[in-house]
């Protein structure tokens, strides 16, 4: 159902069922795993060491931030940003799903498929995220500043963000982060298709009638394995994005701890390499691996369920 099929015949959803299950996937999953994304985004923008061992460290844990957050920014703070969050979410679900099966239905054309379908899928799943990327990053970079902020808050509104950033930042501060995001995008958007794939035919090979009953879950735990891999594999590049969109908001973050200016990319692995050491790269991983394996799981389990939606309501259509 992910990707094209020229074996399916009739059972090929139309581009613009494919943009909405992406559409519906990325809304639905985006409001459940909210909270995991405002701590995963905590802990990156933190200096100090993730560790209760460091009285100048805010955060340094799951459960403490979660409980820190509750006391001091009561329960609507882990869907800060949540407006522009959607908006990300929806849009980039749509181009990413819409671009995936356009690549694929390209390749199929072109009689480069069936012997290298790992590749075929890790190729057209970054070209197609990267696509989404540079559709929706600005709504990133608004969302991120918005899940950065303490209290008081800078920004009150969603447009008060975007003309205060406009006027004080330039136009350009919209695409801060950009370099990383691509970089980082396209190998983690191709390892979740590519590996989504062949956790799902490992599935089908190891539990062959429990592949065809239990559909969803199969999956909800292949979309959840491919998150986890592709997450952990490029998980500093996320971390060097998320500091370099709130350069210029130092400010706001006074409250959290110690921060820092970054010229670029390099600059910033250099000095979090230099100042927090290796792992200071891996911060905010273990949130993220969570929220990794939900969101992901989530992604792919909404996405072909709403493509059978689709489907069925089709095949409805034609019987009467």
């Known amino acids: 159902m992910v990707g094209y099929d020229p074996k399916a015949d009739g059972r090929n959803n139309s581009k613009f069922q494919?943009?909405?299950?992406?559409?519906?996937?990325?809304?639905?999953?985006?409001?459940?795993?909210?909270?995991?994304?405002?701590?995963?985004?905590?802990?990156?923008?933190?200096?100090?060491?993730?560790?209760?061992?460091?009285?100048?460290?805010?955060?340094?844990?799951?459960?403490?931030?979660?409980?820190?957050?509750?006391?001091?920014?009561?329960?609507?703070a882990f869907w800060k940003g949540h407006i522009p969050a959607q908006i990300l979410s929806v849009g980039y679900g749509a181009v990413q799903f819409l671009s995936f099966e356009v690549l694929t239905e390209l390749v199929h054309g072109a009689n480069m498929y069936n012997?290298?379908?790992?590749?075929?899928?890790?190729?057209?799943?970054?070209?197609a995220a990267c696509t989404a990327t540079l559709t929706v990053h600005p709504v990133d970079v608004l969302r991120t500043r918005f899940a950065a902020q303490g209290e008081p808050r800078v920004y009150k509104t969603l447009r008060d963000a975007v003309v205060t950033m406009f006027?004080?930042?330039?136009?350009?501060?919209?695409?801060?982060?950009?370099?990383?995001?691509?970089?980082?995008?396209?190998?983690?958007?191709?390892?979740?298709?590519?590996?989504?794939?062949?956790?799902?035919?490992?599935?089908?090979?190891?539990?062959?009638?429990?592949?065809?009953?239990?559909?969803?879950?199969?999956?909800?735990?292949?979309?959840?394995?491919?998150?986890?891999?592709?997450?952990?594999?490029?998980?500093?590049?996320?971390?060097?994005?998320?500091?370099?969109q709130v350069g210029g908001f130092e400010h706001a973050?006074?409250?959290?701890?110690?921060?820092?200016?970054?010229?670029?990319?390099?600059?910033?692995?250099?000095?979090?390499?230099?100042?927090?050491?290796?792992?200071?790269?891996f911060k905010g991983l273990s949130p993220s691996l969570l929220k990794a394996a939900i969101s992901t799981g989530f992604m792919f389990f909404w996405y072909e369920l709403f493509c059978n939606i689709f489907l069925c309501m089709k095949k409805a259509d034609r019987q009467h």
Request: proline content about 4%; glycine content about 10%.
């Open 115 to 127: 012997s290298h379908k790992f590749s075929v899928y890790f190729v057209c799943g970054g070209l």
């Open 18 to 76: 494919v943009a909405a299950a992406g559409s519906m996937s990325g809304l639905v999953t985006r409001a459940l795993i909210s909270p995991l994304d405002i701590i995963k985004i905590r802990f990156q923008l933190q200096i100090e060491r993730l560790s209760r061992n460091d009285p100048s460290a805010k955060y340094h844990g799951i459960l403490q931030a979660t409980r820190q957050i509750l006391q001091e920014e009561g329960p609507t």
């Open 167 to 244: 006027r004080t930042e330039g136009p350009l501060v919209f695409y801060k982060g950009l370099s990383p995001t691509l970089i980082a995008i396209f190998p983690y958007a191709g390892l979740q298709f590519s590996c989504y794939s062949s956790l799902k035919r490992s599935y089908e090979w190891l539990m062959p009638a429990e592949g065809k009953k239990n559909e969803n879950l199969k999956n909800l735990l292949c979309g959840s394995g491919a998150g986890v891999i592709s997450k952990t594999v490029t998980y500093p590049l996320d971390l060097f994005k998320k500091r370099l």
């Open 253 to 281: 973050r006074a409250a959290f701890g110690q921060v820092r200016s970054y010229r670029g990319l390099l600059d910033c692995a250099k000095q979090v390499l230099q100042e927090e050491g290796a792992l200071g790269c």
